[in-house]
């Protein structure tokens, strides 16, 4: 009998191999070191994980035995996963000039990243993204190591955060009516709306949001709530009380609204005669503002013009900046651009302060950014605290499920493997994303996988510094002391990594791909070895 591969092997140590064939698999043993160093190897971590997996023993980790246990519990799963959450949306900042080489996906993962990463995003992602992705990840991993108490706290609080507010009315087009939503003028609905089909009008008026996907969107009425939008086009000639959401080729804003625009999209133009009352956040390849912004204008893509009137600071990143001679702004203006001459003012532009124009070239921030923030206090304070929260939370994971941080093989000898897989995993899961959110049945699925992408991408790094310091400290595998130690050595050499000049970002990009690769192996492993114990 010839050496038998991993899974075969996995099967003789979980007693799962046919009788028939368990003899003449002892009987090559008998004779093959190479396979009795396997079966003694997959041997001792299945031993390992099932202690870890057993309930209520003296070894395991304490189990909360209260009730109030059981909240403290959940409070330290919330916040430690909260903090990954911010942590990987911090991370997603530094992605898009590294990724800018992945046409057709460039576009759509720059805005993503762009409109996923600004602090002031209301009531529709803020939870379900962070704090319902943050509450499934540890309830999910509560369930496996069968920490009930937590796991039972951490489900109701997900379902009190992703339970409806309001009532909610399904709008889809009527029979004769052409695949067109119509809600005409004159009539008022008091629900949150939301909507099908190949074209949405709203004539009338709307009290709570509207959720709408289609070809065309079109607000000609009031929408008193926020407008949610996925289409091709996406029109506002009259008034949105709240913020608009919009995923579209094309967003024309006419009329007026209340709130922010949050807008990816190709072009985007907030024409003369328009009001946004508060900022404006756009990630598009066109931006034109030729009406007004009360609050911020931030914006990333590719050509940016402004003929309007924006009341406080203009922060814009992409490939040229155009400020006409109607242009009016209130507060700073800082632009980064691709060189001086793209950046241009018109001699009858009013600007409250001179701009601050950066020549970024096609590689993002400059290497003189990098090299000058070695020199202030505040970059020392700020590295230091993404250190402790990243420690934080692995020690935190760590206590929940040791087993993912068991290589079953030493994981610098699969980094090429690795790297093949989380560069899959890095481009897939966004654009997968992306396209389960073009359908309203399909949009609380695509936010969940993309919340749960951004963890992933935070766990990546942990994960390959967790490697480093083992290989660092000489520590393959030791007590929760040693794993701290290994990894909070690991996490400063990663970020002395990824804020070097010229490297920084060729650092950062490859410790997502590898770390994402490493944790993708790690959950199958872990997967494959729950569901042993499971069904035994």
């Given amino acids: ?50 202690e870890v997996l057993r309930e209520g023993e003296p070894s395991a980790a304490p189990v909360p035995s209260t009730g109030l246990g059981g909240f403290a519990w959940a409070a330290l799963a919330f916040a430690a996963a909260t903090t990954g959450v911010h942590a990987g949306l911090d991370a997603l900042t530094q992605l898009h000039s590294q990724l800018d080489w992945l046409s057709p996906f460039s576009t759509v993962l720059s805005a993503l990243i762009f409109l996923l990463t ?72 008091d629900d949150t709306v939301i909507a099908t089909g190949r074209q949405i009008v709203v004539e009338g008026t709307i009290t709570g949001n509207l959720i709408a996907s289609g070809q065309q969107v079109r607000v000609l009425g009031e929408v008193r709530g926020s407008l949610v939008a996925f289409a091709k086009d996406v029109v506002v000639d009259g008034s949105v009380g709240g913020d608009v959401f919009s995923a579209s080729q094309n967003l024309d804003v006419r009329g007026s609204i209340l709130r922010s625009v949050h807008a990816l999209a190709a072009d985007v133009d907030i024409a003369k005669g328009a009001r946004v ?142 790297g093949g897989i989380g560069f899959l995993a890095l481009v897939a899961t966004p654009a997968a994303a992306v396209l389960l959110s073009i359908t309203v049945v399909g949009l609380p699925m695509g936010v969940l996988v993309m919340g749960a992408w951004i963890v992933a991408l935070y766990l990546s790094g942990i994960l390959v510094a967790l490697m480093l310091g083992q290989l660092l400290l000489r520590a393959a595998r030791a007590n929760r002391g040693a794993f701290a130690l290994a990894l909070l050595t690991g996490l400063v050499l990663v970020r002395i990594a990824v804020n070097l000049p010229y490297l920084g970002g060729l650092a950062r990009l490859l410790v997502i791909i590898v770390g994402l690769g490493l944790l993708v192996a790690q959950l199958v492993q872990l997967a494959r070895r729950v569901r042993g114990p499971a069904i035994a």
């Fill in 118 to 189: 600004r602090e002031d995003i209301p009531m529709l992602l803020t939870p379900v993204a962070a704090l319902a992705t943050a509450l499934v990840f540890c309830a999910a991993l509560a369930l496996l190591t069968r920490r009930r108490p937590a796991a039972g706290v951490g489900l109701l609080l997900l379902l009190a955060a992703t339970a409806p507010a309001s009532a909610t009315e399904f709008r889809k087009p009527a029979p004769g009516q052409g695949k067109v939503v119509v809600i005409p003028a004159g009539e008022t609905i």
């Fill in 277 to 418: 009352e508060r900022d404006a956040l756009l990630a598009c390849e066109g931006g034109r503002v030729g009406g007004s912004v009360g609050g911020d204008l931030r914006g990333v893509g590719d050509v940016f013009t402004i003929s309007g009137e924006v009341a406080h600071a203009v922060n814009v990143s992409g490939h040229e900046l155009d400020l006409t001679a109607t242009a009016r702004i209130g507060g700073e203006v800082t632009a980064a651009v691709q060189s001086a001459a793209l950046f241009t003012r018109a001699p009858g532009a009013q600007l409250a302060h001179e701009p601050q124009v950066q020549v970024v070239g096609k590689g993002g921030r400059g290497a003189s950014h990098r090299l000058r923030q070695w020199l202030t206090p505040r970059f020392y304070f700020w590295q230091a605290v993404r250190i402790a929260a990243a420690l934080a939370f692995g020690l935190f994971v760590y206590w929940l499920v040791p087993a993912l941080f068991e290589w079953s093989t030493p994981p610098e000898r699969r980094l090429v493997r690795s």
């Fill in 1 to 50: 009998m010839s050496c038998q591969d991993e899974p075969q092997t996995l099967l003789y140590v979980d007693g799962e191999l046919p009788i028939a064939e368990v003899a003449a698999f002892e009987a090559h043993l008998a004779t093959c070191v190479g396979c009795r160093r396997r079966v003694a190897a997959l041997r001792a971590e299945s031993e390992l994980i099932g």
